[in-house]
């Protein structure tokens, strides 16, 4: 039996970030060897880099694919970019699985598509639990992060970590396979 503390933040939001990097610290110190992040600028990306720096992880943080704003706009800055490889880390930009396709589709059809649902019904669990399963598949997909492993996915509301789960891997053509195994932290909705 594991038994684990999980921590419920009075509202979602960046205040909660330095509180989800003390957990991910922690699950470095218990040995987890996989860990995701998202992060839109580049700079939520920064700072778990910086608290994994040196301790022989595999840290992949995703950030938006290039046009998700606007055609042609890179959120994520590049000086970002570069302090997380230089402290080890790797990079991905990549398309949300739940959003761009399907998005575009329902709103110009008027209707809804499968990873839509899928995505709302992540919501029930909150946004940050959305992501965390997202960014796994997508560094999976990407190569970034082996099937089947405890990943420490990390999440967030729009900006900054609300969210801390162990997520098993998997592609997202094996989505059905994929396991939220553990939460440590979300916000309270």
């Keep these: 039996m594991i038994k684990r503390e999980t921590w419920y933040f009075d509202k979602p939001g960046p205040e909660n970030t330095d509180a989800c990097l003390d957990l991910l610290d922690k699950a470095a110190g218990l040995g987890f060897k996989h860990f995701v992040a998202p992060s839109t600028t580049g700079i939520s990306g920064v700072l778990g880099a910086r608290r994994l720096a040196g301790k022989g992880v595999n840290y992949v943080v995703v950030g938006h694919s290039v046009g998700f704003k606007a055609p042609n706009v890179d959120e994520f800055l590049e000086e970002h970019r570069q302090e997380i490889v230089a402290l080890g880390?790797?990079?991905?930009?990549?398309?949300?699985?739940?959003h761009s396709l399907e998005t575009a589709i329902a709103l110009e059809y008027k209707g809804s598509a499968p990873t839509l649902l899928i995505a709302n019904t992540l919501r029930r669990l909150g946004q940050g639990i959305k992501v965390c399963v997202e960014i796994v598949m997508e560094a999976v997909d990407a190569g970034m992060i082996p099937e089947i492993q405890e990943v420490v996915a990390l999440g967030g509301t729009a900006r900054g970590l609300d969210t801390l789960a162990i997520v098993k891997s998997a592609a997202s053509k094996?989505?059905?396979?994929?396991?939220?195994?553990?939460i440590w932290a979300k916000p309270r909705l």
Excluded: H
């Design 89 to 98: 880390g790797q990079v991905l930009k990549a398309t949300i699985l739940t």
């Design 174 to 182: 094996r989505f059905l396979q994929l396991v939220v195994q553990e």
